[in-house]
């Protein structure tokens, strides 16, 4: 009976704390687009289905493939970001080489 109730507490206490969890992270929508211009802590950008955005760059925004500086107009990018455009990485793409 010990062990029944040791399960029923174990079980009841650690679910809604893994829910609670998965609850608190963040949604991210991925975006291809061309650079446009930087514009004060922003990234103004042009979708490839031809939508501008403005995307928040924080010190926290992970930036891939950028040698020796920012991203520059017409750089090609995929962005992951959240609801309130907040960008948490953005990604250079090259060209291909072929």
């Not at 109730?5 to 998965?22: E, G, K, N, T």
């Not at 991203?71 to 960008?87: C, E, H």
């Amino acid at each position: 009976m010990a062990l029944l109730l040791a399960f029923y507490l174990i079980f009841f206490a650690v679910i809604p704390v893994s829910a609670a969890d998965s609850t608190q992270a963040t949604a991210a929508t991925v975006i291809k687009a061309d650079v446009l211009y930087w514009e004060e802590g922003e990234l103004i950008v042009k979708e490839f289905s031809g939508h501008q955005e403005r995307l928040k760059v924080t010190p926290e925004t992970k930036i891939e493939g950028v040698i020796g500086g920012r991203l520059k107009t017409g750089d090609k990018i995929v962005a992951q970001i959240t609801d309130d455009r907040t960008a948490l990485s953005i990604k250079l793409q090259l060209p291909d080489d072929k």
